[in-house]
Protein backbone atom coordinates (compact mmCIF):
# COMPACT_ATOMS: atom_id res chain seq x y z
CA UNK A 1 0.00 0.00 0.00
CA UNK A 2 1.30 3.69 -1.17
CA UNK A 3 1.69 6.41 1.34
CA UNK A 4 0.49 10.05 0.73
CA UNK A 5 4.18 11.33 -0.36
CA UNK A 6 4.66 8.05 -2.66
CA UNK A 7 1.04 9.35 -4.99
CA UNK A 8 1.57 12.39 -4.64
CA UNK A 9 5.42 12.16 -6.10
CA UNK A 10 4.23 10.03 -9.04
CA UNK A 11 2.98 12.90 -10.33
CA UNK A 12 6.46 14.93 -10.10
CA UNK A 13 8.54 16.40 -7.31
CA UNK A 14 6.63 19.59 -7.46
CA UNK A 15 3.67 17.70 -6.42
CA UNK A 16 5.24 16.07 -3.38
CA UNK A 17 6.49 18.82 -2.27
CA UNK A 18 2.90 20.55 -2.63
CA UNK A 19 1.43 17.25 -0.45
CA UNK A 20 4.12 17.95 2.36
CA UNK A 21 3.30 21.53 2.52
CA UNK A 22 -0.80 20.81 2.34
CA UNK A 23 0.04 18.21 5.52
CA UNK A 24 2.07 20.63 7.82
CA UNK A 25 -0.73 23.24 7.12
CA UNK A 26 -3.23 21.03 8.33
CA UNK A 27 -1.75 20.19 11.34
CA UNK A 28 -1.12 23.62 11.95
CA UNK A 29 -5.12 24.44 11.73
CA UNK A 30 -6.04 20.60 13.69
CA UNK A 31 -3.35 20.30 16.47
CA UNK A 32 -1.53 23.77 16.29
CA UNK A 33 2.39 24.82 16.81
CA UNK A 34 3.28 22.00 18.72
CA UNK A 35 2.09 19.22 15.81
CA UNK A 36 4.22 21.33 13.44
CA UNK A 37 7.66 19.30 13.29
CA UNK A 38 9.67 17.16 11.01
CA UNK A 39 8.70 14.17 12.47
CA UNK A 40 5.41 14.44 12.87
CA UNK A 41 5.17 15.25 9.21
CA UNK A 42 7.59 12.64 7.83
CA UNK A 43 5.06 10.09 9.76
CA UNK A 44 1.78 11.26 8.52
CA UNK A 45 2.92 11.80 4.77
CA UNK A 46 4.76 8.39 4.71
CA UNK A 47 8.05 9.67 4.08
CA UNK A 48 11.58 9.66 6.14
CA UNK A 49 12.88 12.70 7.96
CA UNK A 50 15.58 12.70 5.86
CA UNK A 51 13.44 13.36 3.02
CA UNK A 52 12.15 16.26 4.31
CA UNK A 53 15.50 17.82 5.53
CA UNK A 54 16.50 17.36 2.18
CA UNK A 55 13.46 19.16 1.07
CA UNK A 56 13.19 22.12 3.30
CA UNK A 57 16.26 21.83 5.68
CA UNK A 58 14.54 22.00 8.82
CA UNK A 59 11.70 23.42 10.77
CA UNK A 60 12.85 26.93 9.95
CA UNK A 61 13.09 26.24 5.81
CA UNK A 62 9.55 24.79 6.32
CA UNK A 63 8.03 27.60 7.46
CA UNK A 64 9.82 29.35 4.98
CA UNK A 65 8.13 27.03 2.47
CA UNK A 66 4.50 27.65 3.59
CA UNK A 67 5.14 31.17 3.63
CA UNK A 68 6.19 31.07 0.45
CA UNK A 69 3.45 29.33 -0.27
CA UNK A 70 0.77 31.06 0.42
CA UNK A 71 1.87 34.21 -1.57
CA UNK A 72 2.43 31.99 -4.64
CA UNK A 73 -1.47 30.84 -4.48
CA UNK A 74 -2.69 34.66 -4.24
CA UNK A 75 -0.27 35.40 -7.37
CA UNK A 76 -2.04 32.61 -9.23
CA UNK A 77 -5.17 33.43 -7.93
CA UNK A 78 -4.52 37.09 -9.22
CA UNK A 79 -3.54 35.68 -12.54
CA UNK A 80 -6.19 33.40 -13.24
CA UNK A 81 -8.57 36.43 -13.25
CA UNK A 82 -9.79 36.93 -16.97
CA UNK A 83 -8.80 40.49 -17.96
CA UNK A 84 -11.78 42.92 -19.19
CA UNK A 85 -12.27 46.13 -21.35
CA UNK A 86 -12.51 47.64 -18.03
CA UNK A 87 -10.23 48.41 -15.89
CA UNK A 88 -11.91 49.19 -13.05
CA UNK A 89 -13.71 46.13 -13.23
CA UNK A 90 -10.72 43.95 -13.38
CA UNK A 91 -8.69 45.63 -10.43
CA UNK A 92 -12.15 44.79 -8.34
CA UNK A 93 -12.48 41.06 -9.26
CA UNK A 94 -8.37 40.90 -8.36
CA UNK A 95 -9.61 42.27 -4.86
CA UNK A 96 -12.73 39.57 -5.05
CA UNK A 97 -10.01 37.14 -5.98
CA UNK A 98 -8.00 37.77 -3.12
CA UNK A 99 -10.79 37.91 -0.59
CA UNK A 100 -11.68 34.04 -2.03
CA UNK A 101 -8.32 33.01 -1.65
CA UNK A 102 -8.01 34.06 1.96
CA UNK A 103 -11.04 32.70 3.05
CA UNK A 104 -10.36 29.13 0.90
CA UNK A 105 -7.36 28.80 2.65
CA UNK A 106 -7.57 30.95 5.86
CA UNK A 107 -4.54 28.75 7.65
CA UNK A 108 -2.17 30.05 4.79
CA UNK A 109 -3.31 33.53 5.21
CA UNK A 110 -2.59 33.21 8.92
CA UNK A 111 1.30 32.06 7.97
CA UNK A 112 1.26 35.15 5.44
CA UNK A 113 0.06 37.78 8.02
CA UNK A 114 -0.51 36.68 11.27
CA UNK A 115 2.64 35.46 12.50
CA UNK A 116 0.77 31.45 12.99
CA UNK A 117 4.34 30.34 13.47
CA UNK A 118 5.97 31.90 16.36
CA UNK A 119 10.17 32.99 15.88
CA UNK A 120 9.30 32.59 12.08
CA UNK A 121 10.35 35.58 10.33
CA UNK A 122 10.81 35.67 6.41
CA UNK A 123 14.18 36.36 4.93
CA UNK A 124 14.43 39.20 2.24
CA UNK A 125 14.01 36.97 -0.32
CA UNK A 126 10.94 35.77 0.75
CA UNK A 127 9.25 39.45 1.44
CA UNK A 128 10.40 39.92 -2.25
CA UNK A 129 8.38 36.69 -3.39
CA UNK A 130 5.15 38.25 -1.31
CA UNK A 131 5.68 41.36 -2.87
CA UNK A 132 5.72 39.97 -6.13
CA UNK A 133 1.92 38.53 -5.57
CA UNK A 134 0.57 42.04 -5.74
CA UNK A 135 1.75 42.67 -9.48
CA UNK A 136 -0.93 42.20 -11.17
CA UNK A 137 -2.96 44.55 -8.64
CA UNK A 138 -0.55 47.89 -9.32
CA UNK A 139 -0.94 46.74 -13.26
CA UNK A 140 -4.25 46.74 -13.11
CA UNK A 141 -4.20 49.94 -11.06
CA UNK A 142 -2.05 51.34 -13.94
CA UNK A 143 -4.01 50.83 -16.20
CA UNK A 144 -7.09 52.08 -14.41
CA UNK A 145 -4.97 55.59 -14.95
CA UNK A 146 -4.12 55.39 -18.58
CA UNK A 147 -7.48 54.71 -19.03
CA UNK A 148 -8.12 57.92 -17.49
CA UNK A 149 -10.26 56.16 -15.00
CA UNK A 150 -8.03 57.39 -12.12
CA UNK A 151 -5.94 60.28 -11.82
CA UNK A 152 -1.93 59.86 -12.70
CA UNK A 153 -0.19 58.72 -9.38
CA UNK A 154 1.63 55.80 -8.17
CA UNK A 155 0.47 52.98 -9.05
CA UNK A 156 2.54 50.50 -6.88
CA UNK A 157 1.74 52.58 -3.71
CA UNK A 158 -2.19 53.30 -4.51
CA UNK A 159 -2.44 49.44 -5.00
CA UNK A 160 -1.05 49.15 -1.52
CA UNK A 161 -3.69 51.03 -0.44
CA UNK A 162 -6.09 49.06 -1.98
CA UNK A 163 -4.44 46.32 -0.33
CA UNK A 164 -4.74 47.72 3.14
CA UNK A 165 -8.37 47.86 2.92
CA UNK A 166 -8.53 44.31 1.60
CA UNK A 167 -6.26 42.43 4.39
CA UNK A 168 -8.48 44.73 7.09
CA UNK A 169 -11.86 43.58 5.89
CA UNK A 170 -10.74 40.01 5.16
CA UNK A 171 -9.30 39.88 8.16
CA UNK A 172 -12.17 40.59 10.34
CA UNK A 173 -13.95 37.98 8.19
CA UNK A 174 -11.44 35.43 9.08
CA UNK A 175 -12.06 36.14 12.47
CA UNK A 176 -15.76 35.81 12.59
CA UNK A 177 -15.92 39.56 13.48
CA UNK A 178 -18.16 39.89 9.92
CA UNK A 179 -21.03 37.62 9.48
CA UNK A 180 -20.91 35.67 6.22
CA UNK A 181 -23.86 37.65 5.25
CA UNK A 182 -22.69 40.77 5.84
CA UNK A 183 -19.40 40.14 5.09
CA UNK A 184 -19.49 40.38 0.99
CA UNK A 185 -21.64 43.43 1.29
CA UNK A 186 -19.53 45.44 3.41
CA UNK A 187 -16.11 44.05 1.75
CA UNK A 188 -17.57 45.68 -1.78
CA UNK A 189 -18.66 48.89 0.08
CA UNK A 190 -14.96 49.24 1.26
CA UNK A 191 -13.44 48.57 -2.04
CA UNK A 192 -15.67 50.87 -4.09
CA UNK A 193 -15.32 53.41 -1.63
CA UNK A 194 -11.36 53.19 -1.63
CA UNK A 195 -11.65 53.23 -5.84
CA UNK A 196 -13.92 56.52 -5.26
CA UNK A 197 -10.06 58.05 -3.56
CA UNK A 198 -8.69 58.04 -6.83
CA UNK A 199 -11.29 58.92 -9.85
CA UNK A 200 -11.13 61.41 -11.98
CA UNK A 201 -14.07 63.63 -11.79
CA UNK A 202 -14.83 62.60 -15.39
CA UNK A 203 -15.59 59.06 -14.25
CA UNK A 204 -17.65 58.93 -11.48
CA UNK A 205 -19.66 56.10 -13.44
CA UNK A 206 -17.02 54.12 -13.65
CA UNK A 207 -17.26 53.70 -9.15
CA UNK A 208 -19.65 50.50 -8.68
CA UNK A 209 -17.36 47.49 -8.66
CA UNK A 210 -19.01 44.02 -10.20
CA UNK A 211 -20.25 42.47 -7.28
CA UNK A 212 -18.53 39.64 -5.65
CA UNK A 213 -21.81 37.30 -6.90
CA UNK A 214 -20.70 38.04 -10.14
CA UNK A 215 -17.22 36.38 -10.04
CA UNK A 216 -16.65 32.66 -9.96
CA UNK A 217 -16.67 32.29 -6.59
CA UNK A 218 -13.84 29.31 -5.27
CA UNK A 219 -14.40 29.86 -1.47
CA UNK A 220 -14.06 33.80 -1.51
CA UNK A 221 -11.10 36.60 -2.87
CA UNK A 222 -9.84 39.96 -3.67
Not at 62 to 91: C, K, S
Request: glycine residues 6%; neutral net charge; aromatic residues 8%.
Amino acid sequence: MSTLYQDALRSGQEAARTAVLDCAIGLLVEEGIAALTIRRIATEIGTSTKVLYTMFGGKDGLADALYREGFARLRRAQQQVPRTADPLAHLTRLGTAYRERALAEPAYYRVMFEQAIPGYRPTAESLAVAASAFDASAEAVAACMEAGVFRPGDAHEISKLFWAAAHGAVSLEIAGHFPPDTAARRYEALMTAVAQAFLTQASPAQASPVRPEQTTNRGRTA
